[in-house]
């Protein structure tokens, strides 16, 4: 006879939250975990928003599809499914060719498996994060006067990363991934709400990417650009002055974005990361503002790595600074840190600085502040 599983451990939730899934390419499949572990939870979001494939996600959500639907969707999806190089526009156009890839294929992604209709017909509020080419700003469609709309023609501007699909026009707009200016909408998702919760998946965290110069345009462009959205992201994160924000980072940063064979991995480690994350957020969600879950932290400095270039106390000046010896050294050795914080660490370049996490007494040192691996293919 089986035990029976654990009951998920109670979090006090307020009235109102904005449930927000940010972009990450294949690896925005985790997202269908963090809902699973929602769900059985009970919590039902307020308002669902999202960016690119968290758009998709958000919008299959919103009309109402199950996590078995969702799951059963993503394990199917191949390569050539999504992908088909646009060799007429290559050819015939060149430089002018809007796209690598034709837009047929993603567009019939998304219209079966996203609502039809526009965004005032949904069962539940749905905010899709574009932005405007031509305007150079940031659209988000379902919020007043911009509810009009197909939610499927959004979702698609949404997912059309610049170079890879063409842009799509929507409401006199030509709109591509939202991920260029905001890859995890939470300012204007949590307006107005309680609470929100943010699954960042695409940018927050990096692993060392060995030898791009050899991997190609794509890649080397796809790096680019993910670095730009994780500069944004951490800026946003550490000015943020909206209602608590519960931060869900699922462990997807190793996998490419384009990976179409981890699926099930993926979509276990956002679950395992939701079930972590609430775990530990207690009655943050009540409080009047912040990033949670919080962990408690000693840094420390390996003195012979350090070569004194001083970033570290330029960035950080207040956990930071150099000693008489021109060495880093820590100000503030033991911190109270969310997932938002930190970013600094990550920055040293030679890894000299320590995190350790400490637990009940017990230590370890952790890999979300980065000690970066190479990325697995």
Same mark, same amino acid.
């Given at each position: 006879?089986?035990?029976?599983?654990?009951?998920?451990?109670?979090?006090?939730?307020?009235?109102?939250?904005?449930?927000?899934?940010?972009?990450?390419?294949?690896?925005?499949?985790?997202?269908?975990?963090?809902?699973?572990?929602?769900?059985?939870?009970?919590?039902?979001?307020?308002?669902?928003?999202?960016?690119?494939?968290?758009?998709?996600?958000?919008?299959?959500?919103?009309?109402?599809?199950?996590?078995?639907?969702?799951?059963?969707?993503?394990?199917?999806?191949?390569?050539?499914?999504?992908?088909?190089?646009?060799?007429?526009?290559?050819?015939?156009?060149?430089?002018?060719? @809007?796209?690598?890839?034709?837009?047929?294929?993603?567009?019939?992604?998304?219209?079966?498996?996203?609502?039809?209709?526009?965004?005032?017909?949904?069962?539940? @509020?749905?905010?899709?994060?574009?932005?405007?080419?031509?305007?150079?700003?940031?659209?988000?469609?379902?919020?007043?006067?911009?509810?009009?709309?197909?939610?499927?023609?959004?979702?698609?501007?949404?997912?059309?990363?610049?170079?890879?699909?063409?842009?799509?026009?929507?409401?006199?707009?030509?709109?591509?991934?939202?991920?260029?200016?905001?890859?995890?909408?939470?300012?204007?998702?949590?307006?107005?709400?309680?609470?929100?919760?943010?699954?960042?998946?695409?940018?927050?965290?990096?692993?060392?990417?060995?030898?791009?110069?050899?991997?190609?345009?794509?890649?080397?462009?796809?790096?680019?650009?993910?670095?730009?959205?994780?500069?944004?992201?951490?800026?946003?994160?550490?000015?943020?002055?909206?209602?608590?924000?519960?931060?869900?980072?699922?462990?997807?940063?190793?996998?490419?974005?384009?990976?179409?064979?981890?699926?099930?991995?993926?979509?276990?480690?956002?679950?395992?990361?939701?079930?972590?994350?609430?775990?530990?957020?207690?009655?943050?969600?009540?409080?009047?503002?912040?990033?949670?879950?919080?962990?408690?932290?000693?840094?420390?400095?390996?003195?012979?790595?350090?070569?004194?270039?001083?970033?570290?106390?330029?960035?950080?000046?207040?956990?930071?600074?150099?000693?008489?010896?021109?060495?880093?050294?820590?100000?503030?050795?033991?911190?109270?840190?969310?997932?938002?914080?930190?970013?600094?660490?990550?920055?040293? @370049?030679?890894?000299?600085?320590?995190?350790?996490?400490?637990?009940?007494?017990?230590?370890?040192?952790?890999?979300?502040? @980065?000690?970066?691996?190479?990325?697995?293919?």
């Amino acid at each position: 006879m089986t035990s029976a599983a654990p009951a998920p451990t109670p979090i006090q939730l307020p009235e109102r939250i904005a449930l927000v899934l940010g972009g990450g390419g294949l690896k925005g499949f985790a997202h269908i975990g963090v809902i699973r572990a929602l769900e059985e939870r009970g919590i039902r979001p307020s308002l669902v928003a999202g960016t690119s494939i968290g758009s998709l996600i958000a919008a299959s959500y919103a009309g109402g599809m199950s996590v078995h639907e969702m799951t059963e969707h993503a394990l199917a999806l191949t390569k050539r499914d999504l992908f088909r190089i646009d060799h007429l526009h290559m050819v015939t156009r060149r430089m002018l060719s @809007p796209s690598l890839y034709v837009e047929s294929p993603l567009r019939t992604i998304i219209e079966g498996l996203v609502p039809h209709g526009t965004f005032r017909e949904l069962p539940m @509020p749905l905010l899709v994060n574009t932005v405007d080419l031509e305007r150079a700003s940031q659209v988000v469609w379902g919020l007043p006067g911009l509810q009009d709309v197909s939610v499927a023609d959004a979702v698609y501007a949404s997912c059309a990363l610049p170079g890879f699909f063409p842009p799509g026009v929507l409401g006199g707009r030509t709109c591509a991934d939202g991920g260029v200016m905001d890859n995890l909408p939470i300012g204007v998702a949590g307006a107005a709400m309680d609470a929100v919760i943010g699954v960042d998946v695409g940018s927050a965290s990096l692993s060392s990417a060995r030898r791009i110069k050899e991997k190609g345009f794509a890649a080397i462009y796809m790096r680019a650009a993910t670095v730009m959205m994780k500069s944004l992201q951490t800026s946003q994160l550490a000015n943020w002055a909206g209602p608590p924000l519960l931060l869900v980072r699922p462990a997807v940063w190793h996998f490419n974005w384009f990976s179409f064979v981890h699926t099930k991995r993926i979509i276990q480690l956002g679950y395992e990361a939701a079930v972590d994350t609430l775990a530990r957020a207690g009655d943050s969600l009540l409080s009047s503002g912040g990033v949670y879950p919080l962990r408690q932290l000693e840094l420390s400095v390996d003195r012979a790595k350090c070569t004194g270039c001083r970033l570290c106390a330029t960035l950080a000046p207040d956990v930071m600074a150099m000693d008489d010896e021109g060495k880093a050294t820590v100000v503030t050795p033991e911190v109270e840190w969310s997932r938002a914080d930190g970013d600094f660490v990550h920055q040293c @370049p030679v890894d000299a600085i320590g995190v350790t996490v400490v637990e009940g007494g017990a230590r370890r040192t952790t890999s979300s502040f @980065p000690v970066p691996k190479a990325v697995r293919r």
